[in-house]
């Protein structure tokens, strides 16, 4: 029933006769365990759709993944869909025509639905209120604690506020002069992509998820923005920031708090078995601002990519790759066969709450417990073109002369606004 109801589909909409095959290419992630997952899926989906061939293959990735894209659409050899896609490129790939907006495709509604997503694609909107990016996975950034070590100092639990960090710091200081709270050595480099992973994993959970750009304005809390940055030099004034090159800090417990992706436990599991989740580390939200309500949830920012169809592919193509990618995602089995296999959490809101992902989590790995749970509340970076630049300006106008005091941070926040006015704009 399903062979006929694809093909059927296809040969109803003029663009398969019963003796054509339409031949679609889907690009995954340089990725080998990736590749693995769309692999299987092609294969599945081909045994049951004998009208479809499915190409899958590693996308080019010299000297970025994003370069690679961008070459085969100048070329004119781009696939008909790709995975891999953040919403700052997609945005740049948008503005150029060169995606398909996925919510123009008949059954978006029934996709998102069926995949339990409501919640989670609200952050993957664009600013024409199109979703350009079906979101893959999310990488909830939270805060790793050493639990050990907080025990040793008398505290039963992480703390929630900048108020209750700060006085953890003084208990470390005066008993461990050695040790810090965090270790941050990025925070004084302007790599664009640093930021994902310490002022929006901290911006988003002071402003309850606002967005600092949307389309080719500035949106953001001030107020929550410059809390942040006072909370980071007031860490670094204290000496409970250390800003010097150091691999493995938390891990040897030189710190007690670090930025924490669920990439991480695999490795530790390998070369630091002594972490062991609940025992002597534990996973929470950022650190919110004293006034934040206990009783609301806290937003992060998400390490999050997505899958898009590019415009260059044909009709017959579009639909194909439209109806197996329905295929792929409106099963709860194949987003934990994506679990299985790559050891990333799909982009779902249920994740945290459904039963099949979570007692293979828990048997498996129950430090991605608060990963999936808080994906409902993990939001994707700005979707703007000039996002590397606009990234970069935030380290070398605001973040930097912040730490070292050549600005107030007041200042060095209407400094980066200043600054990245005139690349909105275009």
């Not at 769309?38 to 590693?58: C, D, G, L, T």
């Not at 709270?181 to 664009?192: I, N």
């Not at 710190?255 to 669920?262: H, I, K, N, S």
């Not at 959490?345 to 749970?373: C, H």
Request: with cysteine; charged share 20%.
């Amino acid at each position: 029933m399903r062979r006929w109801l694809v093909g059927g589909m296809l040969m109803a909409f003029g663009l398969l006769s019963a003796a054509q095959v339409v031949e679609i290419t889907f690009w995954t992630a340089p990725n080998p365990s990736q590749e693995v997952f769309w692999r299987q899926m092609a294969e599945a989906y081909m045994a049951i759709n004998p009208n479809v061939k499915i190409v899958v293959s590693p996308m080019p990735e010299v000297p970025t993944s994003e370069a690679g894209i961008l070459a085969a659409i100048a070329a004119r050899t781009p696939p008909t869909a790709s995975e891999n896609i953040f919403i700052g490129f997609g945005e740049q790939l948008a503005r150029s025509k060169a995606i398909v907006p996925w919510n123009t495709l008949p059954g978006w509604d029934n996709l998102v639905q069926n995949r339990a997503m409501n919640q989670t694609i609200e952050g993957w909107k664009f600013a024409d209120g199109n979703y350009y990016i079906i979101p893959l996975y999310v990488n909830a950034m939270l805060i790793g604690w050493r639990l050990d070590i907080l025990r040793e100092l008398g505290y039963s639990q992480p703390p929630r506020t900048y108020s209750e960090v700060l006085a953890v710091g003084e208990v470390v200081k005066a008993k461990y002069p050695g040790k810090f709270v965090w270790l941050r050595s990025e925070l004084e480099v302007p790599t664009w992509w640093q930021r994902w992973f310490d002022f929006f994993v901290f911006y988003y959970a002071a402003s309850q998820g606002k967005a600092l750009i949307t389309g080719r304005e500035i949106t953001a809390d001030d107020q929550a923005a410059i809390g942040v940055l006072q909370f980071f030099k007031t860490l670094r004034d204290r000496k409970f920031l250390i800003t010097e090159p150091l691999a493995t800090g938390f891990e040897l417990g030189r710190t007690v708090m670090t930025v924490l992706g669920p990439w991480t436990f695999p490795w530790w599991r390998e070369n630091y078995p002594e972490l062991v989740y609940g025992q002597t580390f534990v996973v929470t939200p950022p650190p919110v601002p004293d006034a934040y309500p206990a009783e609301k949830p806290v937003f992060t920012f998400a390490d999050a990519k997505g899958v898009v169809l590019y415009a260059q592919a044909t009709p017959a193509q579009r639909q194909a790759m439209w109806e197996f990618i329905q295929w792929v995602f409106s099963n709860p089995a194949h987003d934990l066969k994506w679990i299985e296999i790559t050891g990333m959490l799909p982009a779902r809101d249920d994740v945290g709450t459904n039963a099949l992902f979570t007692s293979y989590i828990q048997e498996k790995e129950p430090a991605l417990l608060p990963y999936a749970q808080n994906i409902p509340y993990a939001l994707p970076p700005f979707a703007h073109p000039e996002f590397v630049e606009i990234q970069e300006l935030m380290g070398l106008e605001c973040i930097y002369p912040v730490l070292v005091g050549e600005l107030t941070p007041a200042r060095g926040w209407d400094a980066w606004k200043r600054a990245i006015r005139p690349l909105l704009v275009k």
